[in-house]
């Protein structure tokens, strides 16, 4: 009885000894990483990449004629940049008009003339006309697909500064879009001003 109570309590203990333990947590997680797309923007900053707070083109000055002439001026300077920053993998149009181009016109107390009108070749009522800019990309590794217009307001229309089609994604500046504003003959003399804005768009 001895013997036989000896071999069955051995026959148990290994049976202990060779039960699997269960319940193992898995080795192999799952990493996630969010990338966001960023922002598309259009400002105008100087040198250094700040902000100017109140930007502005100056025309040269011309004295009062009894014939039409012109005056000049340059948009995207070294110091007043447009800068475009498009992380997105979209195209953008950047436009140049006036804020209210129905009805805003070049204006110096009660005197004014047009910067969007075509009649006699822009010098009946006054035009400005915008040439062709800069693109300068400032960061990106691709090459995007672009021009920079430039144009002749006519009516509301908008002249296009930059329009890019392509779906690199970059930052750029513009610069040195040469403006040529008629003036109309006999225009009164006077220190003139023209509320204008850049506005920009996903294409």
């Given at each position: 009885?001895?013997?036989?109570?000896?071999?069955?309590?051995?026959?148990?203990?290994?049976?202990?000894?060779?039960?699997?333990?269960?319940?193992?947590?898995?080795?192999?997680?799952?990493?996630?990483?969010v990338?966001?797309?960023?922002?598309?923007?259009?400002?105008?900053?100087?040198?250094?990449?700040?902000?100017?707070?109140?930007?502005?083109?100056?025309?040269?000055?011309?004295?009062?004629?009894?014939?039409?002439?012109?005056?000049?001026?340059?948009?995207?300077?070294?110091?007043?940049?447009?800068?475009?920053?498009?992380?997105?993998?979209?195209?953008?149009?950047?436009?140049?008009?006036?804020?209210?181009?129905?009805?805003?016109?070049?204006?110096?107390?009660?005197?004014?003339?047009?910067?969007?009108?075509?009649?006699?070749?822009g010098?009946?009522?006054?035009?400005?006309?915008?040439?062709?800019?800069?693109?300068?990309?400032?960061?990106?590794?691709?090459?995007?697909?672009?021009?920079t217009?430039?144009?002749?307001?006519?009516?509301?229309?908008?002249?296009?500064?930059?329009?890019?089609?392509?779906?690199?994604?970059?930052?750029?500046?513009?610069?040195?879009?040469?403006?040529?504003?008629?003036?109309?003959?006999?225009q009164?003399?006077?220190?003139?001003?023209?509320?204008?804005?850049?506005?920009?768009?996903?294409?």
């Open positions: 009885m001895r013997k036989t109570a000896f071999v069955l309590a051995l026959v148990l203990a290994a049976a202990a000894v060779l039960v699997p333990v269960s319940g193992y947590a898995a080795t192999n997680p799952s990493f996630t990483q990338i966001n797309a960023g922002t598309q923007s259009v400002d105008i900053v100087d040198g250094s990449g700040v902000s100017v707070s109140s930007p502005s083109v100056a025309f040269g000055a011309v004295n009062f004629d009894f014939a039409c002439q012109d005056a000049t001026g340059t948009l995207g300077t070294a110091t007043q940049k447009i800068a475009v920053k498009n992380p997105k993998k979209a195209g953008i149009r950047v436009d140049l008009n006036a804020v209210t181009p129905a009805t805003d016109k070049w204006t110096s107390g009660g005197d004014n003339y047009d910067f969007n009108d075509g009649a006699g070749s010098c009946t009522n006054g035009q400005l006309i915008v040439g062709a800019g800069t693109f300068t990309k400032t960061a990106g590794a691709g090459t995007p697909t672009q021009t217009p430039g144009g002749t307001f006519s009516s509301t229309s908008p002249v296009t500064l930059l329009n890019n089609t392509g779906t690199t994604p970059y930052n750029a500046e513009l610069t040195n879009y040469s403006l040529s504003q008629k003036i109309p003959a006999e009164a003399d006077g220190s003139y001003t023209l509320p204008m804005n850049i506005t920009f768009v996903q294409i």
